[in-house]
């Protein structure tokens, strides 16, 4: 059975830093791309970062790009997500991703981050 789970977020002040946490099971992890996306009232999804499976490339979204670290550790199945400098706007839940094909997509049930003095 897959399960990503999500933890670490919470409540934040302006300029603060959270680190958020995802642990898999149910798959190889070491063969999937691991990426966060977050979800604000309104809006769509969209990514935030992501970690490819090979190579050790990252991807950031220019919104979070200088501020935002992602990491995985494939001998402990876990992906990480390190927020600096953090923004009311990124207000959001966020959510960990597990993606290999269109019939190996994996969702967490989401993390609440909140931005607010």
């Known amino acids: 059975q897959v399960q990503l789970v999500e933890s670490g977020g919470g409540l934040v002040q302006p300029g603060g830093s959270l680190r958020l946490s995802c642990a898999a099971s149910g798959f190889t992890f070491s063969l999937y791309t691991m990426s966060w996306y977050r979800q604000a009232p309104g809006k769509e999804r969209e990514l935030v970062a992501t970690?490819?499976?090979?190579?050790?490339?990252?991807f950031y979204a220019d919104s979070v790009t200088g501020r935002f670290t992602i990491s995985r550790d494939n001998a402990k199945n876990t992906v990480a997500l390190q927020m600096n400098s953090l923004k009311p706007e990124d207000t959001a839940v966020y959510f960990c991703?597990?993606?290999?094909?269109?019939?190996?997509?994996?969702w967490g049930q989401g993390t609440q981050v909140t931005v607010s003095s």
């Open positions: 991703n597990a993606f290999r094909s269109k019939t190996d997509d994996y």
């Open positions: 970690a490819f499976s090979v190579g050790g490339s990252t």
